[in-house]
Structure formats: structure tokens, C-alpha cells
């Protein structure tokens, strides 16, 4: 709920991971900052993402040197920010080739384009190893990469295609949950600091003069802002929020992203903990990753007009399925396999290039006075990285205090992320912290453990809810095991649920894990409907929508 103001010093407009990092980094400065989003926070490309915390490998061929750097230093700082959430990868290559690709890769490296496709073999990438580690040297927190040969990589991964010559593996970072990084940035700014709002379903469908008009989504009831400056930081939206605020502009052009998530235990078991990480038949660098029990494949590179709705193709799918015979042909993957399915739009820089992959994946800002009109400055963001998010902020937010006159107070370097803070290093560290939970909130060994890997430090303020609320029983859900009915009314309460969606998509894994069913959909519903107080009308509305947004959007059908 918006509180009653009309002024704040800078409007953010998109609450993901690049908006919510700006609104945090603003905050530290001293700034006040309203934040709002058309949907949920970390709703839209944030949630698309390939949970991969990396430095580009691929760029390099197109000379991003410095994007790959930053990349490289942001995964390290997110190792280190979030390990709650950022945990090391392994990542092998499987190698088909010796010397081939390495004169069309000088070519794409010059700028010239290059016609033929020609697979990227050993020489070349033992290249980019080298470069990807030299560049990571100065703060390096993971091991090198390192070849092993064809009997070596079979022995590891006995199901591999034993046309292989080699393997390479190398370290990159896995995101658990992207979501939980944007929102718990979100939460920390809001916890540190009172006059900084965040307001999910809020839009803004208008501006003029020194104002700017923002439309509840749930109630349609309007609210006028005047502020100092607005960052539009709505991804793939920027130019439609531009136009709304009567600035034409055209910054970005849409790659659509897709994603499966699979059960199988086959292919669990063949990959082991390593990110198979590959050049498909196309050129396409694709992946298969480990994703707690399940598996993550992906990802599709198309380009992307229409925003408004997009969803894994029966096409995709295809392409994914094939791709995984690719390397472990002896492997059965059917549609049958598949629990999840979920689509992004990366709003990349734009480009007239009908080829995705020549697309950068840098970033760029753009100020301007909208128009004649307006009596506040516009700074919208282009471009970026998921990695590359805290960084991003911090020259968005650089470029803000220099137009308002101030001085930064506050760097984000090593500024912790949510249950990040004081996360205990190393296995005794970690008993002991557990143990003083055990001890202090009477939660048992198994339960504080499952708390713990799904909430990191943040474990203290939920056990404190679940045995003081005096309402709602830490105890197991009837369709869910591994969630009590207070750890849901927590989540709800204090983590800014609005919709159901919001709790079963965002806050939750529920849904990518393959877990739902309607009887735990409706025993969900009845939690947060109390919680915030929804009719028996407004609940039912809700279990209708979720199981549309999953059957339109994730391709899940629950009877």
C-alpha cells in the first residue's frame, strides 16, 4: 500500500533484479525512493533467467572484454554477498573437435561476419579458458579449468557420447533462486530505512508537468507523484514506459529465452553436480544443469516482438530434447519427463542484426527531459547482465547523485544480500549456528536444516514468527511436507505477497520443482486468503487464475 506522499526524490519503475538493486544502493545514499512495479517484483526477465551467475565465456570471441571482466567480479562478489543463494558450479564442455571454429571465431572477433558454422573444437576453447581464468585472477575464489581426456571424461560421466575427443570443466556460479536475491534486496532497503517504499502492482500511465501518475493494478484507484528524477528500469518495457511518459524512444529489442525443467533421475545421475555446458548443431551455446534433484535445460535465443505474453514452444522443446540426445544419447527424455517450462525476454541493446546471437549483452544508460513538458529528468537503463546487476546500479546510481548534487556514502562491494549476512563459513561454523536455533526456538534438527537451506540466516526472524505468532502451528501443510502452515503465513505477511501466483511462483519453488497439486494450490490459497483477508469469491478467482498462469505460461495441466 502506497503510503500518502507526493513528493520522493527518485522513482524507480521495475522491481527487478536491476531495479531492485538501484532502489537499494539509492537508499544507502540517503535518498528517498519509491519503487514500483506493474506486476510482482522480479515477475518478469529476472524470473526467466538461466540461474547462472557467469562471466560470458562466449563473449570473448566478440571482444566484451570488459563486460566479461565485470561479469567475472560480480559472480565472485555474488559468491560472497549471497552464498545462501550463489553457490560455485562445476562446468564441463564436451569436445567433438580438435582445431576447428578458431578462424571464424577471429573473424566474429574483428566484426566480421561470418557465413559458414563451424564447431568450436579444443584448441579454441583451451583459449577462452585461459583468457576466463586470467581475467579472474585478481579475485579468484574457485578452482582453474582443466582438460581431461576421452577415457578420463567417460570414466566421470560413463552416459556421455563416447564420440567425444576430451572434456573441459571450468567454475561458474548457480543461482537457486533469482527471485529470493531480487526480493530480498528489496526487503533489507525497506527494513534499513523508512522512507523508502516498494509497491508492487503499481503502473505508471501517465506524466505531465512535474507529475507523474501511477495506477493501483488491483483497484485501478490513481495516485500523483512529484519527483526530483525517475530511473526506468522496466527491462523489455523501458520504451513503453518511455512513451507513456512521453518520451519516444527505442533502446532495446527483445530475445526470447526459454526453459524446461526435467525429473529424471537418469539424467540426474549422468550429469552428477556438473552444468554440461555445450555448442549445440546450430551454434547455439545451450546447457544442462543440475537443479537440485531436477534438471535445468535450456536455453532458446529468438527474437521477440510481442512482450506481453510468451511461453515455451512445442518447437523448443523439441530442440531441447534433441540437444540432450546430443550428448547422452543413450538417454530417453520425453514430454513426459518435463514438470516445468518457463519464458523470458532478455531486453538486450538494440539492433537491426536478425541474428540473436550477435546481439550484446552490455549495458548503457540514457538521460534525457522526456519532453519540453516534463520538469524531471528520465535515466533509463539498457541492456545488462543478470551478474552484472550490482554494478549496474551502482553507475545508475552514481549518474543520479551527480544530477541531484550529492556524494556517494556507501559502496555495495561486499554489502551482504538478505540470509547472507553473517552466514556462517564452513561446516562447524554452520553446526554451531544451527545448534544455537535448535537451542533458542525449540525447532528440531531436520526442520532448522530446511529453514536454513531455503532462507540462510534469515532462519533467525522466520523461527521467531513460527513460535511466537500465536496463530498459525509450525507444522507440516496436508499436501506438502517440506512447508508448515506458519513458514506460509510468514511468507505471506512479510514478504509482500499479493497474489497467489506471487507465493507459488516467487516466493516459493513449488511450481519449478514440479511439486503442485490442486489440493496443495487450494490449501495455499486458504492461508494467504486469511492472511489478507480474501473472500471465499476473491479465493476461488485465485486458484482459477494460478491454474490458468500455470497451463498458458508453464505448460503444467493439474486436474
Known amino acids: 500500500m502506497l503510503r500518502d506522499t ?5 522513482l524507480v519503475v521495475g522491481g527487478g533484479i536491476n531495479g531492485a538493486a538501484i532502489f537499494r544502493d539509492l537508499s544507502l545514499q540517503g535518498i528517498d525512493v519509491l519503487l514500483v512495479d506493474k506486476s510482482d517484483f522480479s515477475s518478469g526477465t529476472s524470473s526467466s533467467t538461466s540461474h547462472m551467475a557467469h562471466g560470458g565465456l562466449r563473449y570473448l570471441e566478440y571482444g566484451d572484454f570488459r563486460l566479461v571482466r565485470e ?50 573444437g579444443a584448441l579454441l576453447i583451451k583459449i577462452g579458458l585461459m583468457i576466463y581464468d ?6 579468484a575464489i574457485m578452482s582453474r579449468h582443466f582438460f581431461m581426456s576421452r577415457k578420463e571424461s567417460l570414466s566421470q560421466f560413463p552416459l556421455l557420447n563416447p564420440k567425444i575427443i576430451c572434456t573441459a570443466t571450468y567454475y561458474d556460479a548457480f543461482i537457486i533462486t533469482p527471485e529470493r536475491v531480487c526480493f530480498e534486496m528489496i ?9 523508502s517504499q516498494a509497491i508492487n502492482y503499481m503502473s505508471v500511465c501517465g506524466a505531465s508537468d512535474e507529475n507523474v501518475f501511477l495506477r493501483d493494478e ?9 519527483p526530483t528524477l525517475v530511473v526506468n528500469a522496466a527491462g523489455p518495457w523501458i520504451d513503453e514506459v518511455n512513451r507513456v511518459m512521453e518520451y519516444n524512444s527505442k533502446f532495446v529489442r527483445g530475445s526470447k529465452g526459454s526453459h524446461i525443467v526435467i525429473d529424471h533421475k537418469e539424467l540426474r545421475d549422468a550429469i552428477d553436480d556438473h552444468e554440461i555446458f555445450f555448442e549445440n548443431d546450430d551454434g547455439r551455446i545451450v546447457l544442462i544443469c543440475p537443479f537440485l534433484d531436477k534438471i535445468l535445460v535450456g536455453t532458446s535465443d529468438l527474437i521477440c516482438d510481442d512482450y506481453s505474453s510468451v511461453s515455451c514452444t512445442d518447437e523448443e522443446i523439441r530442440y531441447f530434447i534433441a540437444m540432450i540426445n546430443k550428448i547422452f544419447p543413450t538417454i530417453c527424455v520425453t514430454d513426459s519427463h518435463i514438470v516445468f517450462t518457463f519464458s523470458g525476454v532478455r531486453p538486450l541493446l538494440h539492433s537491426e542484426s536478425e541474428d540473436t546471437s550477435k546481439w550484446t549483452r552490455d549495458h548503457s544508460l540514457h538521460i534525457s527531459t522526456s519532453s519540453v513538458s516534463l520538469k524531471f529528468p528520465i535515466i533509463t537503463l539498457a541492456g545488462g547482465k543478470w551478474t552484472t546487476f550490482r554494478s549496474f546500479a551502482a553507475k545508475v ?32 561454523e554452520e553446526r554451531s549456528f544451527l545448534a544455537k536455533i535448535q537451542q533458542d526456538f525449540g ?8 529453514l536454513y537451506k531455503r532462507y540462510g540466516t534469515k532462519i533467525v526472524d522466520i523461527a521467531v514468527f513460527l513460535t511466537n505468532n500465536g496463530r498459525w502451528p509450525d507444522k507440516s501443510l496436508e499436501f506438502h511436507n517440506d512447508y508448515t502452515y506458519a513458514e506460509i503465513a510468514y511468507i505471506t505477511k512479510f514478504e509482500s505477497v499479493v497474489r497467489l501466483d506471487d507465493l507459488i511462483l516467487r516466493r516459493t519453488m513449488m511450481a519449478m520443482m514440479g511439486e503442485l497439486t490442486t489440493n496443495l494450490i487450494s490449501e495455499l490459497c486458504q492461508i494467504v486468503g486469511e492472511c489478507l483477508g480474501w473472500s471465499d469469491n476473491t479465493c476461488s478467482q485465485e486458484i482459477d487464475r494460478m491454474l490458468s498462469i500455470l497451463a498458458e505460461e508453464h505448460r503444467v495441466q493439474l486436474l
Open 443 to 450: 525447532l528440531d534438527e531436520v526442520r532448522s536444516r530446511v
Open 71 to 120: 561479469a567475472l567480479e560480480e559472480r565472485n562478489c555474488l559468491l560472497k554477498t549471497a552464498p545462501h543463494y550463489v553457490v560455485p558450479l562445476p562446468t564441463t564442455i564436451p569436445i567433438f573437435k580438435r582445431f576447428t571454429g578458431s578462424f571464424n571465431a577471429a573473424l566474429r572477433f574483428f566484426g566480421i561476419k561470418t557465413g559458414n558454422h563451424n564447431e568450436r
Open 397 to 428: 546510481t552514481d549518474r543520479v547523485l551527480e544530477s541531484i548534487g550529492m556524494k556517494r556514502l556507501f559502496n555495495t562491494e561486499s554489502l551482504c544480500i538478505g540470509g547472507g549476512k553473517d552466514y556462517p563459513i564452513g561446516s562447524n
Open 134 to 139: 586470467f581475467m579472474a585472477r585478481h579475485t
Open 187 to 195: 526487503c533489507d532497503t525497506i527494513s534499513n530505512d523508512e522512507k
Open 6 to 10: 507526493s513528493t520522493v526524490s527518485v
Open 218 to 226: 488491483l483497484t485501478n484507484e490513481i495516485h500523483v507523484i512529484k
